[in-house]
């Protein structure tokens, strides 16, 4: 899956994307993070919300964080190509989990931008931890989502006379 997300377009070659997978033996530390992580945003949160944020990190088989590093400073490719390579990444490594039987989806939230998720993550200054991966088995039917038509994004180029 990984292979596979090294495979996606990328400017310059800069590898803007990497991956961090949280072991299941470090999930509590990652569930402590996000505690920290809701008290940084609200001092005053319950104990039920720190309950169902630590929750959020234990959940599910596999859990993936993605990490974009991004040169603001590159002539060549500007910040926004290098977040599309990010995004590249990660959706080839959605695409290759389901070729492989399984499912994902990216969650992200406020905690990944917070100090208690870098400093956890070990981020330097140009890195931005964009969401996170939960991989598994999907449970019964998929959920089908609204999807724009095709012919809503898609026109034929017709430059003004
Ligand atoms: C960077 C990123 C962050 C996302 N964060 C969330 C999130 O926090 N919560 C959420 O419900 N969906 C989030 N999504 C959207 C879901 O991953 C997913 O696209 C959505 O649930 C629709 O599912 P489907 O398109 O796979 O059917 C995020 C998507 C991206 C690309």
Redesign the pocket.
């Known amino acids: 899956m990984v292979r596979a997300a090294c495979a996606g377009p990328d400017h310059g070659r800069l590898s803007p994307a990497r991956f961090v997978y949280i072991a299941d033996d470090q999930r509590d530390a990652l569930a402590d993070a996000f505690v920290a992580a809701a008290i940084e945003a609200d001092s005053t949160a319950s104990g039920d919300r720190l309950a169902s944020t630590r929750e959020r990190a234990l959940n599910g088989p596999c859990l993936i964080a993605v990490i974009g590093r991004i040169a603001d400073d590159n002539p060549q490719v500007p910040p926004h190509e290098q977040w599309v390579a990010v ?1 590249a990444a ?1 959706q080839n490594l959605l695409l290759a989990a389901e070729s492989f039987g399984y499912r994902g ?5 406020a905690r990944v931008c917070s100090q208690a998720l870098r400093r956890a993550f070990a981020l330097r200054d140009d890195e931005s931890l ?2 996170f991966v939960a991989l598994g088995t999907l449970k019964g039917e998929a ?1 089908e ?1 609204p999807r724009r038509s095709p012919d809503e994004v898609l026109s034929v180029f017709a430059p003004p006379a």
């Open positions: 995004g990660l989806k990216t969650v992200s939230g964009l969401a959920k989502m």
